[in-house]
């Protein structure tokens, strides 16, 4: 008896059911992480949802006023804790802008092969918790295992598996291990056919598309109007990637390799054929869309490492050299926005000619796409909350900062 | 010494019965009581499966304590909010139902005792003839015993296969148990239908202000 | 065995002692169950969640995993949380669990071999099967907290309305062998895999698949595993138990769970005829003395408990690989398909039947 | 369309309103005046031309120099900057807002700006986090609270000049 809000029902009232409010407390298995969604809900079908942040607000920027841009590099990490490669490469790319610096070829290409690799182990978790709110455990064991491999890998470049530091300003810290390069391909080779078992799984599972179709469904312009930015933004159908629309010294990163936006333009997406099609129950915007996009991302960032293997072999061995700790930054203020796998982390730096910012700020993605969950969840049933929660792909880190 | 091991239990179960339903009259809180209901309508199972007709205590789990249980169950949860749960009886109203309670049990009482056969223990309760008319057959055809048959019962030369199909068709009169069983479904569609959500949706908010 | 007793002691305790004997065989059967059970949900999940499962807990396989879980759970301190109504609180686990228990008096495993042969045990089972609910209404309401209401709640819409087509569908049988008296229904399947009144006639064929959906969800498991969906509601009636009680509900669940896969197996699967009729050939049959036929008999509990085991491991391997459904799809699952379905079911049954008295 | 083009068109439209810019800037950027903040973004979202839909990220700066080593460059004041890209064009334009440290002088008063959450509905949470840490009061904000810092904080971390409390319910600050 889900409430379908099509015309405004006007019928009578008469037995005064009092509303409960439920809250999904901070602690709660399906909130990913700190966060507390107030739920008003009366009987199953929720009238409001105000979700309630700030539990993991540590006031990273604050920090920043006080360390210089290399020591601030820690803090990206444990914004979004998921994706600890690619906010460290915003940030250092937002610098590296500030200072007008430009990159050797190889720095170039093994920062385009380490943030792929990191987008696929984002979307892996995202894949896998998602599967978890709606009920399912296996799927959640596939993608943790392909992560940890993923997380191997990157524990033989930089010695981390979740809080890496690894890309700074003006490069990255080492370069590639002897023998990675091959590990990683091997790695590329079997990770195929696990995303079709992903497929089979979830996205052609007739119960997993009854729990998401036409469920949270998110409109264009309201996407663009809450800021939501990444695959939530694709899955509302608007091709929008910084890796190809954003600003130059980003895009160029990403100059001379092949890839596609994920987004349904006109009613297909790209390459659809060798995937599983969209259902019939499934529109445009809906929490579905959104995690078919992120299943079709991960196979762009599988087709984007190779390229990024055999450019990084190609090119002349240096790979950059990182800035000096206190070296002192000019005068000026620089901000850029870099394609995260969970939207767009945008860094801001101003500084007033000293090695410490004046001022360091971070946009995070999901604390606009947490933003429009209220619009989603308005007459949808409380089963259906962790649902759209889940399709959002949020993480606290990043929102509270 | 052998005790009748079979009145023994069915005297058990009579008295755990009585006391839940004793316990559901006294108790305040509202769940308790639909708790002790429980409980006291398992017990009345309890003695049919004892009496041999464990089709009627089958029916009785599934009717009462599974179906009509469950639904009170499921008024009093929703409910129960905090000024219902503990519905405390004022002194007089003790006293009142006290006195109707009494006067109940010794009618009751007093029937019980006027059928001979009933009065002394250890035999099961095979009737004899009775000369002047009472409620009690009514009553036992309810429970199911084909009270118009009772001098078959006691010809001798009943055969085996006989006895053993009267023994089967034991629950004659079941009627009267379904014609409950079908009023009470009436009044459950009836109550659904009175109390079906009926509920003002305000006109959805279309898009974010555009003020 | 209470005439055995009766040379040594008085009558009295002769037959106290022999009924005594009786009710705990029962209740080890039940904790068994639960015990094995518990051990191969974890196997199985492992298996299909490419790991291993338990390995080291005692010996090869980890099959001391449910002793050491029976002891964790015993050593875990259960609270009543403040806010709960005690004495509901503690009763509610009890009641879900004798329900649970008793369902073991009707189960036959083999040609006889039945703790309490009722001459209606079909209709006995879905009766009591149908009071486990009230258990997890008590522990949803008497917890105290919105989460156990909203759990049992749903728990208690889903039981009560899946009753509807598990009667229905378990009618069928009863219809087709004559008689609600299992020992009867199992023993009317012997001989040959064609016997089993699946195979019966295809109206049959498919009540015995909207007999596994809804017994799936009258039980609680799988896709229909509302009530303790922990994704939405924590744990749902579940929340506020810890330690041993939580143990209780947790054997409630798997002893009902193997008991309804047993009436599946009785009333569709032929019970303890084996598809080959090996015990005929052997001449183990009840005629030729009383060694062969217990030997007989105990072939065909083996028979049983596999069938019972295989049905336990469809419901293990549902719960593992599908997403959990909404309250509202499960319930358009039950009202919608599985009573229509039943009912037709019902009646293309009795109209093979009908046609075709002797079998086709 | 670049910035010197955006900044041609809004002072001939607005006129005194736009109070400055600084196009060699890394990101050029245009100086409006708080009161006439609205009027500029509304035109900004809903000109054909320019269809700037998404607003990116608010951000509150405050000029203050607390170490007396380093000289004075600037008075003391405080900034919010509004960073705005277009889907549609591919173009991207970031506004100041200059406001005083306190709200006509007065210490604990804080300067005042007209909220543009009725323009971009994402401004909505991005206003309670400027006000909840550089302390920023957006007039016409429909529930403007603290977002990140418990709801009884007092004070905003990100000023210059802010002191960590001494103990917050029992836990020591300093």
Known sequence: MALQRSGPETVEFDVHTDELLVNMGPQHPSTHGVLRVVVRADGEVVSEVTPQIGYLHRCAEKIGENVTPRQ???????????AGMNMNLGWALTVEKLLRMELPERARHLRVLIAELGRIASHLVAAGTYGLDLGSFTPFMYCFRERERILDLFELVCGARLTYSYITIGGVTADLPPGWLEECEAFLDQFNPVIDELHAMLTSNAIFIRRTAKIGVLAPEVAIDYGCTGPVLRGSGVSWDLRRDGEPCYTKMYEGYRFEVIAQVDGRYPQDQKYPPVPAAAVLGDSWHRFYVR?????QSVGLVRQAIERYRRSPPDCGEPIRITQKLPKGEAYLETEAPKGQMGFMVISDGAAIPWRARARSSSFCNLSVISELCRGCLIADVPSVLGSL???LGEIDR | MDINWHSFFFLLVALLTCAFALAVVISSNIVRMAFYLVLSLGGVAGLFFLAGADFLGGLQLLVYVGGTLVLLAFGVMLTARAPLVSMKTAPGQWVLAAVVGGCLLAVLLQVAWSVGQWAGPGRPGVLEEEAKPTAAPLGLGLVGVRVDQLDVDRRADLTEKEKKAREAGMSGYLVAFEVISVHLVVVLIGAAYLARAKRRVDAPLARPPQT | MAELLKSFVPVWLAYSTAAAVNAALLVVLALMVAAVCNWLERKVAGRIQDRLGPTRVGGRFGWLQSVADGLKLLAKEDLIPQGADRLLFRAAPYVSFCAACSLYL?????????????????????AVAGLEVLGVILAGYASGSKWSLFGAMREAAQVVSNEIPLALCALIPVMIAGSMDLVEI?????????????????????????????????????????AEAESELVAGFMTEYSGFRWGVFFMAEYASMFVISGLAAILFLGGWNGPVPIAQWLGLTRDVGPLAAWLGNFLGMCNMLLKCSLGVLVMMWLRWTLPRLRIDQVMTVCLRYCIPLAAVALLGAMWWTYMWPGGW | MDVSAILQRLTERFGPRITGSNLEAIDPWIEVAPEGLPEVCRHLRDEPELRFNLLNCITGVDYLQVDPKRKLEFEPHVEVIYHLWSLVHKHRLVLKVRLPRWKDGIEGRLPEVPSVTGIWSTANWHEREVYDLSGIWFAGH???????????????????????PVEYHGIRGR
């Open chain 1, 72 to 82: 601030w590099i820690p803090y990206t990490d444990r914004m979004d804790y998921l």
């Open chain 3, 186 to 226: 199992g023993n009317r399947q012997e001989g040959w895999l064609t016997n089993w009144l699946v195979f019966h006639d295809p109206f049959t064929f498919l009540t015995f698949f909207v007999y596994l959906t809804c017994a799936v969800a009258s039980v609680n498991r799988a896709p229909f595993d509302l």
């Open chain 1, 393 to 395: 792909d949020i993480v």
């Open chain 4, 142 to 164: 429909p529930d403007l609270r603290r977002i990140l810092c418990p709801e009884d904080w007092v004070g905003h971390p990100l000023r210059k000049d802010y002191q960590m």
């Open chain 3, 106 to 126: 009707a189960l036959p495993l083999a040609d006889g071999w039945v703790a309490l042969q009722l001459n209606s045990a079909v209709f006995f089972i879905l």
């Open chain 1, 295 to 299: 299943m079709l991302e991960v196979v």
